[in-house]
């Protein structure tokens, strides 16, 4: 069964640790996923951008596969299925399909008219028990063709999303969708530390997990982060599984062109990362 992600966000928070919301693109990623959260018995989020969404032949379709395969796999631990950087229209599609979770990412719109979009979808969450993830500051690089310039959230602009109701923050602090450049300067732990001290217990969410050091990420999780999204590093992981497995010529004897074995190493490094990235979060053991 799927659970909205409030819940396990309000644990994290009080206990000083992450949870990861990982990004799906297929069945073996959610697999991979899925397997290692049972595993080290930890909540955790999975991740659908719209394009990953319409990829996997929409919505609906990633639903009954994720509740489907929870149920196959006897999952236990809590999951999220979660709309990542929805649009307004993206997440009132899946608040339909059957999502747990939506992120509307109002964060290109001027702030009034973020705030009422987001209040709007609040009402709704709330009515069906989702949990809603609001974002204030485009977080800067990539995904799905959105670029964000990188800003830095106003931390009286978070405080009015925070204040509508949402479940948890997402604010730009200086954070980078995909690999971060040479010359990047590094999280605003001042912005940070400002915007929580703004908004209260307010679960904080960190996009851009890839390539962030592992101690500028136990610093954010000590100043009130408690969700931390990860893609890019599953799909490196994933792309140099895949190619080393290709390169050794195993895809051309024998078997080794069967699409459950081509595609072996690669779920086998997304279950490494995730593991990797759990460890770190600290949420091992708090399922
Ligand atoms: P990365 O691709 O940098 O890990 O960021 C993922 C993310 O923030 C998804 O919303």
Do not use: L
């Given at each position: 069964m799927l659970v909205s992600a409030k819940e396990m966000l309000t644990k994290a928070k009080a206990g000083h640790y992450a949870v990861g919301q990982f990004n799906i693109n297929n069945l073996e990623w959610t697999k991979s996923i899925l397997l290692t959260a049972e595993e080290l018995k930890s909540p955790v989020i999975l991740g659908v951008s719209e394009g990953a969404g319409k990829y996997m032949c929409g919505f609906k379709t990633v639903a009954a596969m994720v509740k489907a395969m929870i149920e196959e796999l006897n999952i236990t631990v809590p999951v999220a299925l979660h709309l990542d950087h929805g649009t307004y229209e993206g997440a009132k599609k899946c608040i339909e399909a059957g999502f747990s979770s939506v992120m509307?990412?109002?964060?290109?719109?001027?702030i009034e008219e973020n705030i009422e979009k987001t209040k709007e979808l609040v009402a709704i969450c709330n009515e069906k028990g989702l949990s809603l993830e609001a974002e204030v500051g485009a977080i800067g690089g990539e995904e799905d063709g959105v670029i964000g310039s990188g800003e830095v959230a106003d931390p009286d602009e978070c405080k009015r999303i925070a204040d509508l109701g949402v479940t948890m923050l997402a604010a730009g602090i200086g954070n980078i969708h995909g690999k971060y450049p040479e010359n990047w300067a590094g999280l605003r732990f001042d912005v940070l530390a400002a915007i929580q001290e703004k908004t209260g217990t307010m679960p904080l969410v960190l996009h851009g997990g890839t390539g962030i050091p592992a101690d500028m990420i136990q610093k954010a999780i000590s100043l009130g982060v408690s969700k931390i999204n990860v893609n890019t590093e599953c799909q490196l992981s994933f792309a140099a599984a895949t190619r080393a497995y290709i390169e050794a010529g195993k895809d051309l004897q024998g078997k080794g062109f069967d699409p459950r074995k081509l595609l072996a190493p690669g779920a086998q490094a997304i279950c490494d990362t995730v593991k990797e990235k759990m460890e770190l979060f600290g949420s091992v053991g708090k399922a």
């Open positions: 509307f990412d109002g964060s290109h719109y001027p």
